[in-house]
């Protein structure tokens, strides 16, 4: 029952930004940013809810500007806080995973924000923020088959999330390295992970119910979120390796 404590100051936090991007909209029309004009919105995660996020952090990065936090530091610290979430979930304390893994999310958005707002921006800081990126995701992941591990068909949905974690990214990179321009697709990293924190973050406040009704598994919502990310991910990674063969000369 603690755990969901942390589930709910999450939802709690979420409530609260919703509230007053709400009034913000209703006063001043949709905030909109330029960063995710470039990246852009999908199907799965609308333009509008990045849009939110993106407005929501934006003091936070002056904040740490004028505090000459750098980057680097923020990027180490998304490190940090998905390893608390990876450890969380190996011990089943979903609700402070949740809340780990968005904080996690929000490091990663604010260093390349924080790089931009100070003009600090390399390829170095490029190629630690990516190596990062992926080793947030996989401890996740290892975190979770840690905790399913004596489950075989749990483990194997979270392994086919983890898989696709990595052949979506690795799709990205094949597609700039042969210099071949192909859509972006589906389960991009922000697409993930929506649905890792929505489905961890359920697990503490509808599980046990979900359990008695269904005699479903208590984490079946974190499972359902890794299934999503696994099948559609998967797809469109086969999908993005297609477009690049048929691209290529």
Known sequence: MRDAYFTYAHAAFWALVIAFYAVRVALRGAWRSERVAKIGGTALVGRGVMDMAYWVLDPI???????????????????????????AAAYGWFGLACLSLTWAMFFDILDGQVARATGVGSMKGEVLDSAIDRYCEMIYFVGFALFVRDVAWQLVIVLAAAVASLMVSYAGVMADAMKVTV???????????????????????????????????????ALAGCAIIGLLGNLAAVVKFVRIARALP
């Open 61 to 87: 990065v002056k904040a740490l500007v004028r505090l000459r936090i750098t980057p680097n530091q923020l990027t180490w610290s998304s490190l940090v806080l998905a390893s608390v979430a990876a450890v």
């Open 183 to 221: 859509a972006r697709g589906l389960m991009r990293r922000h697409e993930r992970a929506l649905y890792l924190i929505l489905g961890t973050g359920l697990v503490p406040l509808v599980g046990p119910a979900l359990h008695d009704r269904w005699d479903v598994p208590v984490i079946a919502t």
